[in-house]
Protein backbone atom coordinates (compact mmCIF):
# COMPACT_ATOMS: atom_id res chain seq x y z
CA UNK A 1 0.00 0.00 0.00
CA UNK A 2 1.17 3.32 -0.65
CA UNK A 3 1.17 6.51 1.02
CA UNK A 4 -1.29 9.00 -0.40
CA UNK A 5 1.68 11.78 0.49
CA UNK A 6 3.58 12.83 -2.73
CA UNK A 7 6.96 11.67 -2.70
CA UNK A 8 10.16 14.06 -4.18
CA UNK A 9 10.67 13.27 -7.22
CA UNK A 10 13.70 13.86 -9.76
CA UNK A 11 12.22 17.25 -10.33
CA UNK A 12 11.20 18.55 -7.19
CA UNK A 13 12.94 21.41 -5.68
CA UNK A 14 15.07 21.88 -9.20
CA UNK A 15 15.95 25.52 -9.91
CA UNK A 16 14.34 27.86 -11.78
CA UNK A 17 16.60 27.40 -14.93
CA UNK A 18 15.65 23.69 -15.31
CA UNK A 19 11.79 24.51 -15.84
CA UNK A 20 10.70 25.74 -19.29
CA UNK A 21 8.42 28.38 -17.45
CA UNK A 22 10.53 30.21 -15.06
CA UNK A 23 13.59 29.93 -17.43
CA UNK A 24 12.48 30.52 -20.79
CA UNK A 25 8.44 31.30 -21.05
CA UNK A 26 8.44 33.83 -18.34
CA UNK A 27 12.08 35.30 -18.71
CA UNK A 28 13.24 38.17 -21.28
CA UNK A 29 15.86 36.35 -23.52
CA UNK A 30 18.01 38.66 -22.00
CA UNK A 31 17.55 37.92 -18.98
CA UNK A 32 18.08 34.19 -19.30
CA UNK A 33 20.15 32.72 -16.49
CA UNK A 34 22.65 29.54 -15.92
CA UNK A 35 22.52 28.94 -20.14
CA UNK A 36 26.44 27.52 -20.05
CA UNK A 37 28.71 26.22 -17.00
CA UNK A 38 32.05 26.31 -18.05
CA UNK A 39 33.62 22.99 -18.21
CA UNK A 40 36.81 24.62 -18.08
CA UNK A 41 37.80 28.47 -17.93
CA UNK A 42 39.44 30.30 -20.62
CA UNK A 43 42.15 32.41 -19.54
CA UNK A 44 43.23 35.43 -21.52
CA UNK A 45 46.43 34.39 -22.30
CA UNK A 46 44.99 30.93 -23.15
CA UNK A 47 46.45 30.64 -27.32
CA UNK A 48 42.69 30.23 -28.90
CA UNK A 49 42.15 29.14 -32.57
CA UNK A 50 39.30 30.00 -34.43
CA UNK A 51 37.45 28.04 -37.06
CA UNK A 52 33.97 26.99 -38.20
CA UNK A 53 31.41 28.05 -40.13
CA UNK A 54 30.56 32.05 -40.80
CA UNK A 55 29.24 32.70 -37.36
CA UNK A 56 32.04 31.49 -35.80
CA UNK A 57 33.85 35.07 -37.39
CA UNK A 58 31.56 36.71 -35.00
CA UNK A 59 33.33 34.99 -32.39
CA UNK A 60 36.72 35.06 -33.22
CA UNK A 61 36.66 38.84 -33.09
CA UNK A 62 34.23 39.39 -30.16
CA UNK A 63 37.52 37.34 -28.83
CA UNK A 64 39.94 39.51 -29.49
CA UNK A 65 38.17 42.38 -28.99
CA UNK A 66 37.61 41.30 -25.46
CA UNK A 67 41.22 41.14 -25.22
CA UNK A 68 41.57 36.98 -25.31
CA UNK A 69 44.87 35.68 -27.31
CA UNK A 70 43.31 34.53 -30.75
CA UNK A 71 45.71 33.14 -32.63
CA UNK A 72 46.61 35.02 -36.19
CA UNK A 73 48.98 32.36 -37.95
CA UNK A 74 48.93 34.03 -41.49
CA UNK A 75 48.48 37.65 -40.85
CA UNK A 76 48.30 40.29 -43.61
CA UNK A 77 50.83 41.79 -45.20
CA UNK A 78 51.78 45.41 -43.30
CA UNK A 79 49.55 48.41 -44.87
CA UNK A 80 46.67 46.48 -46.26
CA UNK A 81 43.59 48.35 -45.12
CA UNK A 82 41.35 46.11 -43.24
CA UNK A 83 38.89 46.00 -45.86
CA UNK A 84 41.38 44.68 -48.49
CA UNK A 85 42.67 42.10 -46.20
CA UNK A 86 39.64 40.58 -45.16
CA UNK A 87 38.72 40.28 -49.38
CA UNK A 88 41.60 37.94 -49.39
CA UNK A 89 40.96 36.11 -46.12
CA UNK A 90 42.81 37.63 -43.86
CA UNK A 91 42.17 38.21 -40.14
CA UNK A 92 39.09 36.33 -40.20
CA UNK A 93 39.84 33.22 -38.22
CA UNK A 94 43.75 31.82 -36.77
CA UNK A 95 44.35 31.09 -40.10
CA UNK A 96 43.43 31.59 -43.71
CA UNK A 97 41.30 28.55 -44.15
CA UNK A 98 38.51 30.23 -44.61
CA UNK A 99 34.91 29.29 -43.73
CA UNK A 100 35.02 25.16 -42.69
CA UNK A 101 31.22 24.27 -43.17
CA UNK A 102 31.26 20.45 -42.26
CA UNK A 103 33.32 18.22 -39.67
CA UNK A 104 34.26 16.44 -42.83
CA UNK A 105 35.91 20.08 -44.08
CA UNK A 106 37.46 20.27 -41.15
CA UNK A 107 38.69 16.74 -40.75
CA UNK A 108 40.34 16.63 -44.58
CA UNK A 109 41.99 20.03 -43.30
CA UNK A 110 43.40 18.11 -40.55
CA UNK A 111 44.94 15.15 -42.36
CA UNK A 112 46.41 17.18 -45.15
CA UNK A 113 48.11 19.43 -42.75
CA UNK A 114 49.38 16.11 -41.03
CA UNK A 115 50.64 14.51 -44.32
CA UNK A 116 51.61 17.80 -45.57
CA UNK A 117 49.42 16.40 -48.85
CA UNK A 118 48.64 18.87 -51.46
CA UNK A 119 46.98 17.32 -54.99
CA UNK A 120 46.57 19.19 -58.08
CA UNK A 121 42.82 18.06 -57.30
CA UNK A 122 42.38 19.96 -54.98
CA UNK A 123 42.49 23.26 -57.35
CA UNK A 124 39.63 24.45 -59.60
CA UNK A 125 39.94 26.97 -62.49
CA UNK A 126 38.21 30.18 -63.40
CA UNK A 127 38.97 32.28 -66.43
CA UNK A 128 42.17 30.63 -66.76
CA UNK A 129 43.46 31.22 -62.73
CA UNK A 130 43.47 28.64 -60.33
CA UNK A 131 41.78 28.83 -57.15
CA UNK A 132 41.73 26.32 -53.96
CA UNK A 133 38.91 24.09 -54.00
CA UNK A 134 39.18 23.92 -50.58
CA UNK A 135 39.21 27.69 -49.90
CA UNK A 136 37.87 29.60 -53.06
CA UNK A 137 37.12 32.97 -51.73
CA UNK A 138 40.48 33.75 -49.96
CA UNK A 139 42.22 34.63 -53.24
CA UNK A 140 39.27 36.28 -55.10
CA UNK A 141 41.41 36.75 -58.60
CA UNK A 142 42.58 33.33 -58.17
CA UNK A 143 46.40 32.37 -58.84
CA UNK A 144 48.50 32.33 -61.89
CA UNK A 145 49.59 28.74 -62.40
CA UNK A 146 49.02 25.55 -60.49
CA UNK A 147 52.35 25.31 -59.41
CA UNK A 148 51.65 28.95 -57.74
CA UNK A 149 48.49 27.45 -55.89
CA UNK A 150 49.89 24.41 -55.17
CA UNK A 151 52.55 26.40 -53.09
CA UNK A 152 50.58 28.62 -51.41
CA UNK A 153 48.48 25.67 -50.26
CA UNK A 154 51.72 23.93 -49.15
CA UNK A 155 52.56 26.88 -47.07
CA UNK A 156 49.04 27.16 -45.67
CA UNK A 157 48.90 24.03 -44.38
CA UNK A 158 52.23 24.16 -42.89
CA UNK A 159 50.94 26.89 -41.20
CA UNK A 160 48.04 25.52 -39.60
CA UNK A 161 49.55 22.88 -38.58
CA UNK A 162 52.26 25.05 -36.76
CA UNK A 163 49.35 27.08 -35.27
CA UNK A 164 47.72 24.23 -34.18
CA UNK A 165 50.99 22.43 -31.87
CA UNK A 166 50.74 26.13 -30.09
CA UNK A 167 46.75 26.03 -29.38
CA UNK A 168 45.80 25.58 -26.57
CA UNK A 169 41.63 26.50 -27.21
CA UNK A 170 40.58 25.28 -30.09
CA UNK A 171 36.87 26.83 -30.65
CA UNK A 172 35.13 25.48 -33.76
CA UNK A 173 31.59 26.66 -34.70
CA UNK A 174 29.62 23.85 -37.03
CA UNK A 175 27.51 25.18 -39.40
CA UNK A 176 26.07 22.78 -42.22
CA UNK A 177 25.41 19.11 -42.85
CA UNK A 178 24.73 19.87 -46.65
CA UNK A 179 28.17 19.78 -49.01
CA UNK A 180 29.51 18.76 -52.26
CA UNK A 181 31.49 16.14 -52.84
CA UNK A 182 33.99 14.53 -55.28
CA UNK A 183 32.35 11.31 -56.36
CA UNK A 184 36.29 9.14 -57.01
CA UNK A 185 37.69 10.95 -54.03
CA UNK A 186 34.93 11.63 -51.53
CA UNK A 187 36.65 15.10 -51.18
CA UNK A 188 34.21 17.44 -49.69
CA UNK A 189 34.53 21.47 -50.92
CA UNK A 190 32.84 24.41 -48.55
CA UNK A 191 31.21 25.40 -51.99
CA UNK A 192 29.58 23.79 -54.50
CA UNK A 193 31.97 23.54 -58.02
CA UNK A 194 31.12 26.37 -60.36
CA UNK A 195 29.73 28.86 -58.05
CA UNK A 196 33.08 30.76 -56.93
CA UNK A 197 35.52 28.29 -59.59
CA UNK A 198 35.19 25.33 -61.04
CA UNK A 199 32.72 23.60 -62.72
CA UNK A 200 29.74 21.65 -62.02
CA UNK A 201 29.90 17.94 -63.48
CA UNK A 202 26.74 15.74 -62.61
CA UNK A 203 29.25 12.77 -63.59
CA UNK A 204 31.83 14.27 -61.44
CA UNK A 205 30.36 16.06 -58.17
CA UNK A 206 27.69 14.41 -55.80
CA UNK A 207 25.26 15.82 -53.11
CA UNK A 208 25.84 14.58 -50.09
CA UNK A 209 23.99 15.27 -46.86
CA UNK A 210 26.14 13.97 -43.44
CA UNK A 211 23.93 11.95 -40.63
CA UNK A 212 24.95 12.19 -37.12
CA UNK A 213 26.86 8.75 -37.20
CA UNK A 214 28.93 10.74 -40.00
CA UNK A 215 29.49 13.49 -38.14
CA UNK A 216 30.37 11.92 -34.75
CA UNK A 217 32.81 9.96 -36.13
CA UNK A 218 34.31 13.01 -37.98
CA UNK A 219 34.50 15.09 -34.92
CA UNK A 220 35.66 12.19 -32.98
CA UNK A 221 38.44 11.46 -35.67
CA UNK A 222 39.23 15.43 -35.81
CA UNK A 223 39.45 15.61 -32.04
CA UNK A 224 42.34 12.38 -32.03
CA UNK A 225 44.26 14.40 -34.70
CA UNK A 226 44.35 17.58 -33.06
CA UNK A 227 45.29 15.96 -29.85
CA UNK A 228 47.77 13.91 -31.82
CA UNK A 229 49.34 17.48 -33.13
CA UNK A 230 48.83 18.64 -29.64
CA UNK A 231 48.16 16.44 -26.83
CA UNK A 232 46.96 19.65 -24.73
CA UNK A 233 44.43 20.91 -26.63
CA UNK A 234 41.48 21.49 -25.26
CA UNK A 235 37.72 22.27 -27.14
CA UNK A 236 35.15 24.53 -27.39
CA UNK A 237 32.41 23.41 -30.27
CA UNK A 238 29.03 25.70 -30.75
CA UNK A 239 26.68 24.89 -33.49
CA UNK A 240 26.13 28.17 -35.55
CA UNK A 241 22.31 29.48 -35.94
CA UNK A 242 22.52 30.69 -39.63
CA UNK A 243 19.76 28.80 -41.28
CA UNK A 244 20.55 27.53 -45.05
CA UNK A 245 20.78 29.64 -47.39
CA UNK A 246 19.84 26.74 -49.80
CA UNK A 247 19.23 23.44 -49.50
CA UNK A 248 19.85 20.30 -52.44
CA UNK A 249 18.33 17.91 -49.98
CA UNK A 250 15.23 18.32 -51.75
CA UNK A 251 12.96 19.76 -48.53
CA UNK A 252 11.95 22.62 -48.36
CA UNK A 253 14.99 24.81 -46.62
CA UNK A 254 13.25 25.33 -43.06
CA UNK A 255 13.17 21.33 -43.09
CA UNK A 256 16.67 20.85 -44.11
CA UNK A 257 17.89 23.82 -41.73
CA UNK A 258 16.12 21.87 -38.86
CA UNK A 259 17.56 18.33 -39.53
CA UNK A 260 21.30 19.71 -40.26
CA UNK A 261 21.54 21.48 -36.89
CA UNK A 262 19.73 19.02 -35.06
CA UNK A 263 22.57 16.92 -36.08
CA UNK A 264 24.92 19.54 -35.16
CA UNK A 265 23.95 19.80 -31.89
CA UNK A 266 23.32 15.97 -31.22
CA UNK A 267 26.64 15.52 -32.09
CA UNK A 268 27.72 18.39 -29.94
CA UNK A 269 26.07 16.79 -27.26
CA UNK A 270 27.20 13.67 -28.06
CA UNK A 271 30.99 14.62 -28.00
CA UNK A 272 30.30 17.21 -24.93
CA UNK A 273 29.20 13.69 -23.02
CA UNK A 274 32.16 11.72 -23.91
CA UNK A 275 35.34 13.65 -23.24
CA UNK A 276 35.92 15.61 -20.72
CA UNK A 277 38.04 18.06 -22.60
CA UNK A 278 35.21 19.10 -25.03
CA UNK A 279 33.09 21.88 -23.85
CA UNK A 280 29.81 23.37 -25.49
CA UNK A 281 28.34 26.68 -25.95
CA UNK A 282 25.14 27.00 -26.33
CA UNK A 283 25.01 30.17 -29.24
CA UNK A 284 22.66 28.12 -31.09
CA UNK A 285 20.17 27.84 -28.49
CA UNK A 286 20.42 31.70 -27.63
CA UNK A 287 19.59 33.13 -30.84
CA UNK A 288 17.28 30.72 -31.72
CA UNK A 289 15.29 30.35 -28.56
CA UNK A 290 11.40 30.72 -29.04
CA UNK A 291 11.62 33.91 -26.46
CA UNK A 292 13.60 36.10 -28.81
CA UNK A 293 10.84 35.57 -31.43
CA UNK A 294 13.45 35.87 -34.05
CA UNK A 295 14.52 39.21 -32.81
CA UNK A 296 17.99 38.39 -33.45
CA UNK A 297 17.52 38.01 -36.65
CA UNK A 298 17.99 40.39 -39.81
CA UNK A 299 15.28 40.88 -41.54
CA UNK A 300 16.42 38.27 -44.20
CA UNK A 301 15.50 36.01 -40.79
CA UNK A 302 19.08 34.35 -41.30
CA UNK A 303 21.76 36.47 -40.69
CA UNK A 304 21.96 36.96 -36.69
CA UNK A 305 21.91 40.96 -36.40
CA UNK A 306 24.74 42.69 -33.91
CA UNK A 307 22.44 42.46 -30.97
CA UNK A 308 22.45 38.45 -31.02
CA UNK A 309 25.92 38.61 -31.11
CA UNK A 310 26.76 40.93 -28.90
CA UNK A 311 24.22 38.77 -26.53
CA UNK A 312 25.90 36.01 -27.08
CA UNK A 313 29.26 36.87 -26.77
CA UNK A 314 27.81 38.57 -23.36
CA UNK A 315 26.80 35.63 -22.32
CA UNK A 316 29.97 33.85 -23.28
CA UNK A 317 32.18 36.28 -21.29
CA UNK A 318 30.27 36.45 -18.42
CA UNK A 319 30.11 32.96 -17.94
CA UNK A 320 33.48 32.51 -18.47
CA UNK A 321 34.02 35.69 -15.82
CA UNK A 322 35.38 38.33 -18.42
CA UNK A 323 34.18 41.80 -18.33
CA UNK A 324 32.64 43.00 -21.67
CA UNK A 325 35.36 46.00 -21.80
CA UNK A 326 38.10 43.76 -22.00
CA UNK A 327 38.93 43.56 -18.71
CA UNK A 328 39.65 40.37 -16.83
CA UNK A 329 38.23 39.55 -13.43
CA UNK A 330 40.99 36.83 -13.36
CA UNK A 331 43.96 37.92 -15.40
CA UNK A 332 44.39 41.33 -14.43
CA UNK A 333 43.80 42.56 -17.80
CA UNK A 334 47.12 40.80 -18.60
CA UNK A 335 47.36 40.87 -22.48
CA UNK A 336 47.43 37.61 -24.21
CA UNK A 337 50.58 35.39 -25.72
CA UNK A 338 49.20 36.34 -29.17
CA UNK A 339 48.02 39.79 -28.57
CA UNK A 340 50.15 42.48 -30.20
CA UNK A 341 50.22 45.93 -30.98
CA UNK A 342 46.62 47.92 -31.34
CA UNK A 343 43.11 46.38 -32.01
CA UNK A 344 42.15 45.76 -35.02
CA UNK A 345 39.95 47.79 -36.92
CA UNK A 346 37.74 44.70 -38.12
CA UNK A 347 36.96 44.28 -34.49
CA UNK A 348 34.73 47.41 -34.67
CA UNK A 349 33.48 46.05 -37.96
CA UNK A 350 30.51 43.19 -38.03
CA UNK A 351 30.28 41.85 -41.54
CA UNK A 352 31.00 38.19 -41.95
CA UNK A 353 32.36 36.27 -45.29
CA UNK A 354 30.52 33.32 -46.23
CA UNK A 355 30.39 31.81 -49.85
CA UNK A 356 27.31 29.97 -48.65
CA UNK A 357 25.61 33.35 -48.99
CA UNK A 358 26.34 33.15 -52.77
CA UNK A 359 23.77 30.55 -53.44
CA UNK A 360 21.43 33.17 -52.86
CA UNK A 361 22.68 34.71 -55.96
CA UNK A 362 21.42 31.35 -57.46
CA UNK A 363 18.51 31.54 -56.33
CA UNK B 1 57.01 77.50 -75.18
CA UNK B 2 58.92 78.79 -71.90
CA UNK B 3 57.24 77.66 -68.76
CA UNK B 4 57.00 78.88 -65.22
CA UNK B 5 58.17 75.82 -63.19
CA UNK B 6 57.91 74.90 -59.26
CA UNK B 7 60.30 71.92 -58.09
CA UNK B 8 59.00 70.68 -54.79
CA UNK B 9 60.87 67.79 -53.10
CA UNK B 10 63.45 66.17 -50.41
CA UNK B 11 66.93 66.12 -50.04
CA UNK B 12 66.66 64.46 -54.26
CA UNK B 13 66.11 67.85 -55.51
CA UNK B 14 69.52 68.13 -55.46
CA UNK B 15 70.43 66.78 -57.86
CA UNK B 16 67.81 68.35 -60.42
CA UNK B 17 69.09 71.76 -58.92
CA UNK B 18 72.22 71.14 -59.50
CA UNK B 19 71.67 69.66 -63.03
CA UNK B 20 69.18 72.65 -63.97
CA UNK B 21 72.80 74.27 -63.85
CA UNK B 22 74.29 72.32 -65.86
CA UNK B 23 71.16 72.47 -69.00
CA UNK B 24 69.75 76.22 -68.20
CA UNK B 25 71.61 77.80 -71.00
CA UNK B 26 69.46 75.97 -73.50
CA UNK B 27 66.13 76.21 -72.25
CA UNK B 28 63.56 79.70 -71.50
CA UNK B 29 61.78 77.77 -68.73
CA UNK B 30 62.06 79.82 -65.72
CA UNK B 31 62.53 77.04 -62.71
CA UNK B 32 62.47 77.55 -59.01
CA UNK B 33 63.40 74.85 -56.55
CA UNK B 34 62.14 74.02 -53.07
CA UNK B 35 64.27 71.47 -51.00
CA UNK B 36 63.37 70.00 -47.39
CA UNK B 37 65.39 67.18 -46.93
CA UNK B 38 64.29 64.18 -44.87
CA UNK B 39 61.45 63.91 -42.69
CA UNK B 40 60.80 67.88 -42.87
CA UNK B 41 59.34 67.57 -45.98
CA UNK B 42 56.36 66.50 -43.96
CA UNK B 43 56.27 69.86 -42.51
CA UNK B 44 54.28 71.28 -45.80
CA UNK B 45 51.08 72.77 -45.12
CA UNK B 46 48.95 72.93 -48.58
CA UNK B 47 46.22 75.86 -47.97
CA UNK B 48 44.37 78.19 -49.96
CA UNK B 49 46.60 77.38 -53.12
CA UNK B 50 49.69 78.49 -51.03
CA UNK B 51 52.13 75.75 -49.58
CA UNK B 52 53.74 77.27 -46.33
CA UNK B 53 56.32 75.61 -43.94
CA UNK B 54 54.91 74.46 -40.72
CA UNK B 55 58.12 73.92 -38.79
CA UNK B 56 61.22 76.16 -38.09
CA UNK B 57 63.03 73.91 -39.74
CA UNK B 58 60.71 73.51 -42.85
CA UNK B 59 60.77 77.30 -42.62
CA UNK B 60 64.24 77.87 -42.91
CA UNK B 61 64.65 75.72 -46.00
CA UNK B 62 62.24 77.55 -47.90
CA UNK B 63 64.18 80.96 -47.27
CA UNK B 64 67.76 78.52 -48.42
CA UNK B 65 66.72 77.14 -51.06
CA UNK B 66 63.95 78.77 -52.75
CA UNK B 67 64.06 82.39 -51.28
CA UNK B 68 60.67 83.02 -50.26
CA UNK B 69 58.65 81.84 -47.35
CA UNK B 70 55.76 80.21 -49.57
CA UNK B 71 54.54 78.87 -53.08
CA UNK B 72 51.47 80.29 -54.40
CA UNK B 73 50.49 77.12 -56.67
CA UNK B 74 48.97 79.34 -59.46
CA UNK B 75 52.11 81.55 -60.07
CA UNK B 76 53.35 78.40 -61.80
CA UNK B 77 52.15 76.73 -65.24
CA UNK B 78 53.62 73.40 -63.48
CA UNK B 79 54.35 72.08 -60.17
CA UNK B 80 56.93 69.07 -60.00
CA UNK B 81 56.49 67.16 -56.44
CA UNK B 82 60.09 65.18 -56.19
CA UNK B 83 60.78 61.99 -54.10
CA UNK B 84 59.03 63.05 -50.95
CA UNK B 85 59.60 59.89 -49.14
CA UNK B 86 58.08 58.00 -51.86
CA UNK B 87 60.44 55.04 -52.88
CA UNK B 88 61.02 51.58 -54.38
CA UNK B 89 62.93 50.32 -51.75
CA UNK B 90 60.40 51.31 -49.07
CA UNK B 91 57.42 50.61 -50.94
CA UNK B 92 59.21 46.82 -51.12
CA UNK B 93 59.64 46.66 -47.20
CA UNK B 94 56.44 43.98 -47.13
CA UNK B 95 58.89 41.91 -49.17
CA UNK B 96 61.16 41.19 -46.14
CA UNK B 97 58.19 38.89 -44.72
CA UNK B 98 55.64 38.83 -47.92
CA UNK B 99 56.08 37.88 -51.53
CA UNK B 100 54.72 36.87 -54.30
CA UNK B 101 55.60 33.44 -55.95
CA UNK B 102 57.16 34.60 -59.08
CA UNK B 103 59.53 36.99 -56.55
CA UNK B 104 60.43 34.14 -54.31
CA UNK B 105 64.01 32.36 -55.48
CA UNK B 106 62.84 28.64 -57.32
CA UNK B 107 65.38 26.95 -55.07
CA UNK B 108 63.60 28.68 -51.84
CA UNK B 109 60.03 27.89 -53.16
CA UNK B 110 59.75 24.99 -51.06
CA UNK B 111 61.15 26.58 -48.07
CA UNK B 112 57.70 27.60 -46.75
CA UNK B 113 58.96 29.21 -43.63
CA UNK B 114 61.13 32.09 -45.72
CA UNK B 115 58.31 34.10 -46.91
CA UNK B 116 54.85 34.25 -46.79
CA UNK B 117 53.16 34.02 -50.32
CA UNK B 118 50.64 36.50 -51.20
CA UNK B 119 49.12 35.96 -54.51
CA UNK B 120 50.51 38.91 -57.74
CA UNK B 121 47.01 41.01 -57.59
CA UNK B 122 47.64 41.07 -53.62
CA UNK B 123 50.84 42.10 -54.17
CA UNK B 124 50.04 44.46 -56.39
CA UNK B 125 47.24 46.18 -54.26
CA UNK B 126 49.94 46.17 -51.26
CA UNK B 127 52.44 48.16 -53.61
CA UNK B 128 48.94 50.57 -54.13
CA UNK B 129 48.08 51.12 -50.54
CA UNK B 130 51.60 52.29 -50.09
CA UNK B 131 51.46 54.62 -52.70
CA UNK B 132 48.01 56.06 -52.39
CA UNK B 133 48.93 56.60 -48.60
CA UNK B 134 52.17 58.39 -49.29
CA UNK B 135 53.17 61.81 -48.50
CA UNK B 136 53.99 62.30 -52.24
CA UNK B 137 50.72 61.44 -53.18
CA UNK B 138 48.95 63.41 -50.99
CA UNK B 139 50.68 66.21 -51.94
CA UNK B 140 49.76 65.82 -55.76
CA UNK B 141 46.62 65.23 -55.16
CA UNK B 142 46.40 68.21 -52.58
CA UNK B 143 48.33 70.72 -54.94
CA UNK B 144 46.40 69.72 -57.87
CA UNK B 145 43.10 70.14 -56.24
CA UNK B 146 44.37 73.85 -54.81
CA UNK B 147 44.82 75.82 -57.89
CA UNK B 148 48.05 74.40 -59.31
CA UNK B 149 47.86 74.00 -63.58
CA UNK B 150 49.52 71.24 -63.65
CA UNK B 151 51.36 68.28 -61.53
CA UNK B 152 53.64 66.13 -62.13
CA UNK B 153 55.40 63.74 -60.38
CA UNK B 154 58.93 62.48 -60.47
CA UNK B 155 60.11 59.18 -58.74
CA UNK B 156 62.77 58.95 -56.11
CA UNK B 157 65.70 58.21 -58.27
CA UNK B 158 66.39 54.13 -58.06
CA UNK B 159 69.13 52.86 -56.07
CA UNK B 160 72.61 53.13 -57.75
CA UNK B 161 73.90 49.45 -59.24
CA UNK B 162 76.65 50.11 -57.01
CA UNK B 163 74.96 47.76 -54.63
CA UNK B 164 75.77 44.93 -56.24
CA UNK B 165 79.11 45.37 -55.40
CA UNK B 166 78.67 45.74 -52.08
CA UNK B 167 77.23 42.87 -49.94
CA UNK B 168 73.58 43.35 -49.19
CA UNK B 169 71.82 42.91 -45.38
CA UNK B 170 68.73 44.69 -46.52
CA UNK B 171 66.56 41.91 -47.93
CA UNK B 172 65.18 43.98 -49.85
CA UNK B 173 67.96 45.88 -51.51
CA UNK B 174 69.10 42.33 -52.21
CA UNK B 175 65.77 41.58 -54.24
CA UNK B 176 66.26 44.69 -55.99
CA UNK B 177 70.31 43.76 -56.98
CA UNK B 178 69.16 40.66 -57.73
CA UNK B 179 67.32 38.66 -60.54
CA UNK B 180 64.13 39.71 -59.83
CA UNK B 181 65.14 43.30 -60.08
CA UNK B 182 63.48 44.35 -63.27
CA UNK B 183 60.17 42.48 -61.94
CA UNK B 184 59.92 44.29 -58.93
CA UNK B 185 60.77 47.61 -60.60
CA UNK B 186 58.52 47.20 -63.33
CA UNK B 187 55.71 46.01 -60.33
CA UNK B 188 56.12 49.43 -58.54
CA UNK B 189 56.51 51.58 -61.62
CA UNK B 190 52.95 50.14 -62.97
CA UNK B 191 51.78 50.92 -59.33
CA UNK B 192 52.86 54.49 -59.03
CA UNK B 193 51.25 54.96 -62.92
CA UNK B 194 48.01 53.25 -61.62
CA UNK B 195 47.77 55.64 -58.63
CA UNK B 196 48.66 58.74 -59.70
CA UNK B 197 48.07 58.44 -63.68
CA UNK B 198 50.44 57.65 -66.06
CA UNK B 199 50.18 61.29 -67.79
CA UNK B 200 51.73 63.01 -64.15
CA UNK B 201 54.37 60.83 -63.38
CA UNK B 202 57.79 61.38 -64.44
CA UNK B 203 60.15 58.15 -64.39
CA UNK B 204 64.10 58.30 -65.32
CA UNK B 205 65.16 57.89 -68.49
CA UNK B 206 65.40 53.98 -69.17
CA UNK B 207 69.20 54.68 -70.39
CA UNK B 208 70.15 55.92 -66.86
CA UNK B 209 69.11 52.94 -65.21
CA UNK B 210 70.52 49.28 -65.13
CA UNK B 211 68.04 46.32 -65.14
CA UNK B 212 65.12 48.78 -64.97
CA UNK B 213 65.83 48.73 -60.98
CA UNK B 214 68.61 50.50 -60.34
CA UNK B 215 70.62 53.45 -61.25
CA UNK B 216 73.50 53.44 -63.50
CA UNK B 217 76.71 53.98 -60.64
CA UNK B 218 78.19 56.88 -62.64
CA UNK B 219 75.15 58.56 -61.68
CA UNK B 220 75.48 58.11 -57.91
CA UNK B 221 79.25 59.13 -58.07
CA UNK B 222 79.90 62.33 -56.61
CA UNK B 223 76.38 63.19 -55.42
CA UNK B 224 76.06 66.54 -53.40
CA UNK B 225 73.85 67.33 -50.79
CA UNK B 226 71.25 69.84 -51.11
CA UNK B 227 73.83 73.24 -50.61
CA UNK B 228 76.02 72.36 -53.47
CA UNK B 229 78.82 71.78 -51.73
CA UNK B 230 79.22 68.68 -49.86
CA UNK B 231 79.05 65.36 -50.86
CA UNK B 232 76.78 62.30 -50.09
CA UNK B 233 79.16 59.62 -47.84
CA UNK B 234 80.53 57.35 -49.92
CA UNK B 235 77.89 54.17 -49.18
CA UNK B 236 75.56 56.36 -49.93
CA UNK B 237 73.56 54.32 -52.97
CA UNK B 238 70.57 56.71 -53.19
CA UNK B 239 71.69 60.08 -54.19
CA UNK B 240 72.41 60.79 -57.70
CA UNK B 241 74.79 63.50 -59.13
CA UNK B 242 73.97 66.68 -61.58
CA UNK B 243 74.28 64.54 -64.59
CA UNK B 244 71.52 62.47 -63.25
CA UNK B 245 69.39 65.26 -62.28
CA UNK B 246 70.14 67.20 -65.98
CA UNK B 247 68.42 64.06 -67.19
CA UNK B 248 65.30 63.61 -65.85
CA UNK B 249 64.79 67.31 -66.45
CA UNK B 250 65.33 67.04 -70.08
CA UNK B 251 62.49 63.90 -69.40
CA UNK B 252 60.30 66.60 -67.86
CA UNK B 253 60.59 69.23 -70.23
CA UNK B 254 60.04 66.53 -72.87
CA UNK B 255 56.82 65.46 -70.86
CA UNK B 256 55.94 69.45 -70.91
CA UNK B 257 56.60 70.06 -74.77
CA UNK B 258 54.59 67.20 -75.39
CA UNK B 259 51.51 68.65 -73.45
CA UNK B 260 52.12 72.11 -74.27
CA UNK B 261 49.23 74.01 -74.03
CA UNK B 262 47.79 72.04 -71.47
CA UNK B 263 46.66 74.25 -68.84
Redesign the interface.
Known sequence: MTSDRRAPTPYSNLPPSRYWRSAVAEMHPLDMEELYSPKFRIGLTDRIAVAGSCFAQHVGRALRSSGFSVLDQ?PA?????PQ?AET?GYGIYSARYGNIYTARQLLQLLHDCVSGTVREADFWMRDGRYYDAHRPSV???????L??AM??R??HL??VKAMLETTDIFIFTLGLTETWQDIASGTVYPTCPGVIAGTFDAGKHAFKNFDAEEVLQDMIEARRLLKAINPGMRFLFTVSPVPLTATASGQNVLVATTYSKSVLRAVCGSLYGKFEDVDYFPSYEIIVSPSTRGFFYEPNMRSVNRHGVNHVMRTFLKSQEVEVAGKSKRANGQKGKAQKGKPRQEETRGDVVCEEALLEAFA | MAMKICMIGNSHIGALKLGWKQIRHSHRHEVSFLGVPGVQIRNLAIEHGTVVPTSDHSRKYFEKTLGAESIELDRYDVVVVVGCGLNLIGALSVTGRWRPYTLVDETARDDQTQFDLVSDRLFAEILSSKIRKSLANRYITKMARQGAARVLYVTTPLPSSEIRLKPQEDPVMDLVAGAHGPAVASLYRDAIEQVMGRDKVVFPPADVLVDGAMTDMRYSRGSLRLDGKREHPEDDMHHMNADYGALVLEAVFSRLAGAAGVR
Open positions: EPDGLAMFEPKGLESAEAHRQGK
